[in-house]
């Protein structure tokens, strides 16, 4: 298999059980009807999953089958459609294209959309507490505190925080390299964080998955960035341009189109490094971290 | 202490283990400043503190001291009041005043308010999945999965959304019941149930107090609807006559001023009446469930 049918493999399994999960049939009750359609509008609508892969994959580093592994994917990917469900909002970027389609305030409307974003929230939590998702309740209880402390005020939200305020400021680097990290850095590294807990990985080894993964993090938003300047609007499936209209600071605008590409492949290749301990087995990580860095959309 | 006093000395408790939470020293990481105050004028504004004091009086009745049930009902405020604060947003209810002051999205902006509901319902999640909350992963597993069950989309959210799709239609009274049970009666029966998870209760205590909540939730539901047709806005802090302006159906309108007020005795007997088998113990809880039908705010 090559790495591309690997990862399209892999979203098609986590699309299957976030499909199951989002029947509304495996809860005790059932949702309303219209909130539920509308989530899985937002959660079944595409997507590279690569939240979910990166989880599958580093669990798989220490012998986790596929198979154990996606509930906590489905439950990340939760909360990555949800961040996008609210960062679409009119009060938030205002977007009405999101992986090719309309964003849910546009299909549904903009209550409805907010009563997504809590929802998928929530049920992350309600998954990953789910005692099918492993049978330890401690192992339940880390994978729990991981998602809420990577997605949460000194995570994901915060950094969505800082880029409100930093609109129409000029950011210093490092203070772009901040928000970024808790904005689109701190669920990236859960993802390799969550398959090294479902693995019951020694903490050597989860030390190194960190690791990766805060790197592989830094090298997705910058290729993010660099596509947002150089990329196809068509086969990324959303605007271009939008952070240079919007007036955001990114990585690429402060140090520049060439520096700001060296830096990518320089990430790129400390992020492979840090697998250096698994030897082969991290092969499809660090075929991950090529990939992530130069893809085209 | 009067029953008045012990309300307001929990919520004094409630709001010192708020702010606590809030200040942002707790976890590994900080959060950034303009999210954290936003949270906590969101958090630390008052209100009652109803549900963390039933969560605190429910778990004392299995011997739970106050000061190990104030986590988890700290927890549940956090989700309480993330609610109101995505309920007040322009693209929901578009309020400007609540618990007498300017609602998060006024005070700050929306962008913020958004993300302050998301920060808090997060950070419940994470309050609970914390060792401190209880030592035992599995106990702490039970609270997680519960308040993601009551507040998710087959609960306070679902309820939410039949809210919406209710504006203009006319309900029928059960319908209305259904919408009343998840929107707000979910979390109120939460409150009971985790002061019965963190207290290891019996079955046959936890179906006792699963009932209470049931009951007291219609019962809170119910006095509210009446208190917004005959109550006196500086009292409630919020604009009275609003269901009424939105054309929202409610059991007093299906139902009419007096057999509404029938039904809010009725409801506060059965509530009382389901608490036989605590004895003398339950006395404070039955207290509540006066004050809950009969407050003026």
């Given at each position: 298999m090559t790495f591309d049918e690997r990862l399209r493999a892999g979203a098609a399994r986590v699309q299957e059980r976030l499909a199951d999960f989002l029947s509304g049939t495996r809860g005790p009750a059932s949702p309303p009807d219209r909130l539920a359609e509308a989530m899985r509008y937002a959660a079944l609508g595409g997507g590279k999953r690569l939240r979910p892969f990166l989880l599958v994959e580093s669990a798989a580093l220490f012998g986790v089958r596929q198979e154990n592994a996606?509930?906590?994917?489905?439950?990340?990917?939760?909360?990555?459609?949800?961040?996008?469900?609210?960062?679409?909002?009119?009060?938030?970027?205002?977007?009405?294209?999101?992986?090719?389609?309309?964003?849910?305030?546009?299909?549904?409307?903009?209550?409805?959309?907010?009563?997504?974003?809590?929802?998928?929230?929530?049920?992350?939590?309600?998954?990953?507490?789910?005692?099918?998702?492993?049978?330890?309740?401690?192992?339940?209880?880390?994978?729990?505190l991981g998602l809420a402390r990577a997605s949460g005020w000194a995570g994901m939200a915060g950094g969505q925080s800082l880029d409100l305020e930093a609109e129409g400021r000029t950011l210093r680097a490092?203070?772009?390299?901040?928000?970024?990290?808790?904005?689109?850095?701190?669920?990236?590294?859960?993802?390799?964080?969550?398959?090294?807990?479902?693995?019951?990985?020694?903490?050597?080894?989860?030390?190194?998955l960190d690791?990766?993964?805060?790197?592989?993090?830094?090298?997705?938003?910058?290729?993010?960035?660099?596509?947002?300047?150089?990329?196809?609007?068509?086969?990324?499936?959303?605007?271009?341009?939008?952070?240079?209209?919007?007036?955001?600071?990114?990585?690429?605008?402060?140090?520049?189109?060439?520096?700001?590409?060296?830096?990518?492949?320089?990430?790129?290749?400390?992020?492979i490094a840090a697998l250096d301990r698994f030897g082969e087995r991290a092969d499809v990580l660090r075929e991950t971290a090529r990939f992530v860095s130069r893809r085209e959309h």
């Open positions: 996606l509930d906590a994917a489905a439950a990340l990917e939760c909360v990555h459609t949800y961040s996008l469900v609210h960062d679409d909002l009119p009060g938030m970027d205002d977007d009405a294209l999101r992986r090719g389609r309309e964003t849910v305030h546009i299909a549904y409307d903009e209550a409805t959309a907010i009563l997504v974003g809590d929802g998928l929230l929530t049920l992350a939590f309600e998954i990953l507490a789910t005692p099918e998702t492993h049978s330890d309740p401690a192992v339940r209880g880390e994978l729990i490092d203070e772009i390299r901040h928000l970024q990290a808790l904005k689109t850095g701190a669920l990236i590294q859960y993802a390799c964080a969550a398959g090294a807990i479902l693995g019951r990985a020694s903490g050597q080894d989860r030390a190194a690791a990766f993964g805060r790197l592989l993090g830094q090298a997705f938003q910058l290729a993010d960035d660099l596509l947002d300047v150089t990329g196809d609007e068509a086969k990324m499936g959303k605007r271009a341009g939008k952070d240079g209209d919007a007036g955001k600071a990114t990585l690429v605008s402060v140090l520049g189109l060439e520096p700001a590409h060296a830096e990518l492949l320089r990430l790129e290749g400390e992020a």
